[in-house]
């Protein structure tokens, strides 16, 4: 009778895993199968190589996060500081883009703070630092008080408004302002018969077509509309200060827009070049350009008109000087630029009725500079 060998249950292992088999020999010779224990699995806890691998997966996911972060500061810096060699963008949003630049500052806590909540330390304190140089060199100087006492002749310019509610309390608020050379934009066939009556006993000069006037303590010559625009919105005329002649151009220039074609600035910015040929060729050589140009001194659009002239309110003021719109002013859109003149200081006036803040500048007349 033939012997039938069964095969023993494999025992399990200390750690509760199913034991191995290994051949031991039998006595007569054959071949037995012995249970051993298994060693697979009794150094690491099953679902360590999935969990160290998800936390390799979410390191590697906060690095690129804090590497985004670091990268959107540093080309924040860039455009801050080197904006005005930026290429243009598609739709004028480069000039739309420069015309905020000053409220660039406000991403600098929004990238800190995404860099926090990434713990991405390195990251914010590069988001911190980067972009806070540049533009404190940008617009360091901007907060910067730069007043001084003195001058010869205050100018004035406000956008009145055409639908200005209260054109009596508006006149009453310019002339405390005492100016010598008064510029209104945004005049109308039924507001600026008011605005020449109410001015007149305080100015004796003055000259006024379309949308633009002028009204000076001191005689006017060559006074004559500037053709910029198919209506009048930019004038030219010649005060007699002391000391010389100087050339004002008042100009109003077309309004900008954002929409889905961009930033629509085509009919201002073909204005703007004809405003610059009639200053290029003007003949005395100092020169005060006021009035509402719906452009701050940073929109690259301006800089024919700019690279001439120089900004008051940036040579001579105290902050930014931001005009529009009058109730929270985000921008400074009405300027006061001077060429062969000095600004002592600049400012802006107390809003009246109108949408724009009324703005300042006192400058001295010095002798006319040598030809350029």
């Keep these: 009778m033939t012997a039938t060998t069964r095969q023993a ?51 590697r996911w906060w690095r690129r996060r804090g590497a985004a972060v670091t990268c959107c500061s540093f080309l924040l810096a860039v455009s801050v500081a080197g904006h005005g060699l930026l290429p243009g963008l598609p739709g004028r949003l480069s000039s739309l883009a420069e ?64 639908d200005n509610p209260d054109p009596g309390g508006t006149v009453r608020s310019l002339l405390a302002a005492r100016a010598d050379v008064l510029a209104l934009e945004e005049l109308s066939p039924a507001t600026a018969p008011a605005y020449e009556q109410a001015l007149a006993e305080a100015y004796p000069y003055h000259f006024y077509e379309g949308t633009v006037g002028l009204w000076s303590v001191h005689p006017l010559s060559d006074a004559r509309a500037v053709p910029i625009m198919p209506w009048t919105r930019a004038m030219r005329a010649t005060v007699d200060a002391p000391g010389g002649p100087l050339a004002v151009y008042v100009a109003h220039l077309p309004s900008v827009r954002v929409g889905p074609s961009g930033f629509t600035a085509g009919a201002r910015d073909e204005a703007l070049g004809l405003l610059v040929s009639e200053v290029r060729a003007e003949p005395v050589r100092r020169v005060v350009v006021l009035g509402d140009l719906n452009g701050s001194t940073d929109d690259r659009a301006l800089r024919p008109l700019t690279d001439r002239l120089v900004s008051a309110q940036a040579a001579a003021g105290a902050g930014f000087g931001f005009t529009w719109p009058a109730r929270l002013p985000v921008v400074r859109i009405d300027q006061i630029l001077l060429g062969g003149v000095r600004a002592a200081s600049a400012w802006t006036l107390p809003a009246t009725a109108s949408d724009h803040l009324p703005v300042a500048a006192r400058i001295h007349l010095s002798p006319d500079p040598a030809p350029r």
């Design 9 to 59: 249950p494999a025992a399990a292992a200390p750690d509760g895993t199913a034991a191995q088999s290994s051949p031991s020999p039998k006595a007569d010779g054959r071949a037995q199968t012995v249970p051993c224990p298994s060693t697979e699995g009794t150094d690491r806890v099953p679902g360590a190589s999935a969990g160290a691998a998800d936390a390799g997966s979410r390191r």
């Design 99 to 162: 015309t905020l630049l000053p409220w660039s500052a406000l991403a600098v806590p929004v990238l800190v703070a995404a860099a926090l909540l990434r713990r991405a330390r390195a990251a914010a304190a590069l988001a911190l630092v980067v972009p806070a140089v540049a533009w404190l060199a940008t617009f360091g100087g901007a907060l910067a008080d730069k007043t001084s006492p003195g001058g010869d002749l205050t100018l004035v310019s406000h956008n009145v408004n055409q």
